[in-house]
């Protein structure tokens, strides 16, 4: 069978011109950046070094807007949260060695997240390449095998004819869901060698839908049609497929109370008759899905902290929708569906009005029991924190939520505000609160922040972080300087690393290496040209409207000790 008539493939007349006269002074580095303008990025992040000037160099004949951090770590979180932001595929321009993997624990958090970075580094000379020793600068045996175990894919480029085809296919890797960082590296010679080759033109890696299969559609929809005590656990993969209207569609459709995790904050709204909001550390949320007789789990792993640290044991049915394969039953048996969140709820949406039209002979119970459900769990998790001596933890939340215009995006590091945070905060809207906790590590917050500014920068983004996690980004505040970003930063300043200093106490006793000097972040801020001021917990709200309301970086510093509420897991 011959597919003679699919496609064109003839290039048009300007084409051919182009292509018999590409302009001079054009290297490898150059296809590197013709393809990503093909493939219709406007925005890079990185840092250069030696092997990737090549890169760099072509950056001042392209149209793409260059972003750079001062550490590579840094440039990861910055592409990670524009990724998130956009839901297009943030591409970070890398040096090797050292460079590259600086890099590592930003990719593993876009890995756990399923943010869209496609990192591209430099190698070696195509010689060193094979795992010979041959003594070049930044040379390791094997790069790439240092980030099979964190990205999605890892291409590897020998020769300049092969830059847009692998570039290309990593482009389509990052966009198919579940979205992810890739890897690609061109060794250094290839990067600053001249090429006649042509200018590249528009790149076609459309990603493939992630489409459910029909006959576990239908399945499902049987199951919750038929359930009597339904539950939803809406998970971050709800959030990246912008799914969040279908799911409230549907969770009203079946009265089922709606849970968000903490990476799925904002998939449905805070205050809705079925909201059980983020109270996933919190065993009556936790014996309320173990009650449901069908629990619906969508974009979600059911991973540590969603099962409240592994103690939920789910005695119904469970129905799990995920686009990663890896994730499906991989905690719990379920009747696994591998698919986009937005594809399969709403395939689901319109199956369960197939099989159970709507009632309206007043078959119904006339009160919703999911309504009921949800305001007597949240009045035992009400209770429950009013039980402790927690007041300063609540005002301080409040405070931030009422400083942030309800649009803004906001980035927390690890810290305990934003652990409160993950329980307690009302995100408002989807797509507007981000933490680390997919990987955990320090330093997230305002380099997250810096990167969203770079993808919107008509809305004011807050960064949070402990003093702790400052130190790790302090660098950025030049960043944030140079290219007049419009991030505010709030420093919660209790003298060390707070969460840790609370579980080894807990554990054992005293606490030790938790305690940190630290310099005076007012003084370190304006030294960098940023506005800085120090609050109270009575000013916090003022004096983060202020700041946020601010054109440019600002940076507000809270002396505080805080705590967590007590844990229900153990």
């Not at 006649?196 to 790149?203: D, H, I, N, Q, R």
């Not at 917050?445 to 969203?452: F, R």
Request: charged share 20%; with cysteine; net charge negative.
């Amino acid at each position: 069978m011959t597919h003679d008539h699919d496609h064109d493939l003839r290039p048009t007349r300007a084409q051919i011109d182009a292509a018999l006269n590409p302009p001079p002074g054009r290297n490898g580095g150059d296809l590197v950046v013709e393809t990503l303008q093909g493939l219709g990025a406007t925005t890079v992040f990185g840092l250069p070094g030696q092997h990737a000037l090549g890169m760099f160099d072509a950056l001042r004949r392209s149209s793409l807007r260059y972003v750079g951090l001062r550490v590579e770590n840094n440039a990861g979180f910055a592409a990670d949260a524009y990724g998130r932001i956009t839901g297009e595929a943030a591409p970070l321009l890398l040096s090797t060695g050292p460079g590259a993997l600086t890099s590592l624990p930003a990719l593993q958090e876009a890995a756990a997240a399923s943010a869209p970075v496609i990192a591209i580094s430099s190698q070696v000379p195509a010689a060193g390449l094979g795992g010979g020793r041959h003594g070049y600068l930044h040379e390791l045996r094997d790069q790439k095998a240092s980030f099979r175990d964190v990205v999605k894919s890892v291409h590897t480029v020998r020769t300049a004819s092969q830059i847009p085809s692998a570039v290309s296919a990593a482009w389509e890797s990052a966009l198919t869901a579940p979205h992810g960082p890739v890897w690609v590296e061109v060794p250094q010679d290839v990067l600053i060698a001249p090429t006649a080759l042509p200018v590249v033109t528009a790149m076609d890696a459309t990603p493939r839908d992630l489409l459910p299969r029909p006959e576990l559609t239908a399945a499902a929809a049987h199951q919750l049609c038929g359930a009597e005590r339904p539950a939803i656990v809406a998970g971050g993969g709800v959030v990246r497929a912008d799914a969040s209207g279908k799911l409230r569609a549907l969770a009203e459709r079946l009265d089922a109370p709606v849970v968000t995790t903490f990476g799925g904050k904002g998939a449905f709204p805070w205050e809705h008759p079925l909201s059980l909001q983020s109270w996933l550390e919190d065993r009556h949320t936790t014996d309320l899905l173990e009650d449901a007789d069908v629990l619906l789990v969508v974009g979600s792993g059911l991973g540590e902290l969603t099962s409240n640290y592994h103690t939920f044991e789910p005695r119904g049915r469970v129905i799990q929708i995920e686009a990663d394969l890896g994730k499906l039953e991989s905690n719990h048996a379920a009747l696994g569906i591998h698919a986009d969140a937005r594809i399969a709820l709403s395939a689901l949406l319109e199956t369960v009005d197939t099989l159970a039209p709507r009632a309206v002979d007043g078959r119904r119970a006339p009160v919703p029991l999911g309504t009921e459900r949800a305001s007597t769990l949240l009045a035992k998790v009400r209770e429950r924190i009013a039980s402790q001596d927690l007041a300063l933890e609540q005002k301080v939340l409040a405070a931030v939520r009422g400083a942030l215009p309800d649009d803004s995006p906001s980035f927390w590091d690890m810290t305990i505000l934003a652990y409160w945070a993950w329980s307690a905060f009302d995100a408002r809207n989807p797509n507007t609160m981000h933490s680390a906790q997919g990987a955990g590590g320090l330093g997230y917050g305002l380099p997250a922040a810096l990167g969203a500014a770079v993808a919107d920068p008509g809305r004011p983004v807050l960064a949070v972080s402990g003093d702790g996690g400052a130190m790790y980004s302090i660098a950025e505040l030049a960043t944030a300087k140079q290219y007049d970003l419009p991030v505010t930063w709030l420093i919660v300043d209790d003298g060390g690393y707070g969460i840790l200093r609370e579980y080894m106490t807990d554990a054992f006793g005293e606490a030790t290496a938790t305690e940190l000097a630290r310099p005076d972040f007012v003084a370190l801020a304006e030294s960098f040209g940023v506005p800085a001021v120090v609050t109270t917990p009575g000013t916090l709200r003022e004096d983060l409207a202020d700041s946020l309301a601010r054109s440019g970086p600002s940076v507000v510093v809270l002396p505080a000790l805080l705590r967590m509420f007590a844990p229900t897991h153990l």
